[in-house]
């Protein structure tokens, strides 16, 4: 099947950055779009960003111009690249993989914490 793991969380103090990768890896074929979400104690896990297949992406309000979500293709792993970290991003992140060959299911990875101190 088909696993993703993530790496690069930890803590952080207030307007410093963090770069978390995402690597996919199995009977993968190419991914779709690939995205970030997060959730915080006691809120829903909500995206953060996508990025297609082509490259175009999308960013949550509350990221833009902070955060910004690359791939790369040849090693099936997505980028975030968070910089003005903000207490208020702290929260687990996770990825998330659209892959066709099996007919578009979302896949996730076990998620990597994110603290931002003030």
């Known amino acids: 099947q088909v696993q993703l793991v993530e790496s690069g969380g930890g803590l952080v103090q207030a307007g410093g950055s963090l770069r978390l990768s995402c690597a996919a890896s199995?009977?993968?074929?190419?991914?779709?779009?690939m995205n970030w979400y997060r959730q915080a104690p006691g809120k829903q896990r909500e995206v953060v960003a996508g990025i297609t297949s082509g490259g175009n992406t999308e960013y949550a309000d509350s990221v833009q111009g902070r955060f910004t979500i690359s791939r790369d293709n040849a090693k099936n792993t997505v980028y975030l690249q968070m910089n003005s970290l903000k207490p208020e991003d702290t929260a687990v992140y996770y990825c998330?993989?659209?892959?066709?060959?099996?007919?578009?299911?979302?896949?996730w990875g076990q998620g990597t914490q994110v603290t931002v101190s003030s």
């Open positions: 998330n993989a659209k892959i066709p060959y099996y007919g578009f299911r979302d896949f």
């Open positions: 199995g009977t993968i074929f190419e991914i779709n779009a």
